[in-house]
């Protein structure tokens, strides 16, 4: 189908197929050496991720202003809720 007089496209766009799921993680060596050689806010950020499940795209938001020290919580809204979660 034409757009616009605009030429079909589809068999000049090469169709790569999906990159197949990781079956290898990583062991607790290679975590443990991971966590010492990073860099304090690097340590966070693999925490949040891997233990805690927070996604990248959060992880990178949160900061010192999310920590309530009073009740020791760490506050943050994750992508598309309309509340805050806290930890």
Known sequence: ????????????????PKAQPRNITAN????DALMRAASPSIRAMLVFCSDLAIRSGT???IGPHDYDSESGKLFF???WAN?????
């Open 59 to 61: 992880a990178v938001r």
């Open 28 to 31: 607790t060596g290679e975590i």
């Open 83 to 87: 509340v805050s979660n806290s930890l």
């Open 1 to 16: 189908m034409e757009v616009h007089g605009a030429p079909k496209l589809d068999g000049h766009v090469p169709h790569v």
């Open 77 to 79: 809204k994750p992508k």
